[in-house]
């Protein structure tokens, strides 16, 4: 199975986190009624932006399978908590709700 690990701005679009072009090791665990990422990520210019627009994050996990559909789980993070440990390079992103679904379900 291939996983792919996505941090977008919800506004615009903007990618901050992409693991097909950056490998990024992350962790996910249930936290609460949420779900908490940790990120072992460099600081950057990006992870900045991505601070800066904290209250407007999509987090998506994408699991390709060879014998079945992609899927594609959408988590919200809204509220949550977006913090970063400069000492230990490790970005903690708390996501409120998510969605999960295959794409082709929904393609037209």
Do not use: C
């Amino acid at each position: 199975m291939k996983q792919t690990f996505l941090v977008k701005h919800a506004v615009g679009g903007r990618m901050f986190i992409d693991s097909n072009k950056l490998e990024v090791p992350y962790t996910l665990v249930p936290q609460g009624e949420g779900w908490r990422f940790t990120v072992s990520v460099p600081w950057s210019e990006s992870i900045e932006e991505l601070l800066a627009h904290k209250a407007e994050l999509n987090v998506f996990v994408f699991q390709e399978f060879d014998d079945q559909p992609t899927l594609k789980t959408w988590y919200y993070v809204k509220d949550g908590p977006v913090e970063y440990n400069a000492d230990e390079n490790s970005l903690t992103i708390v996501a409120d709700s998510h969605i999960a679904y295959y794409p082709h379900e929904y393609s037209v």
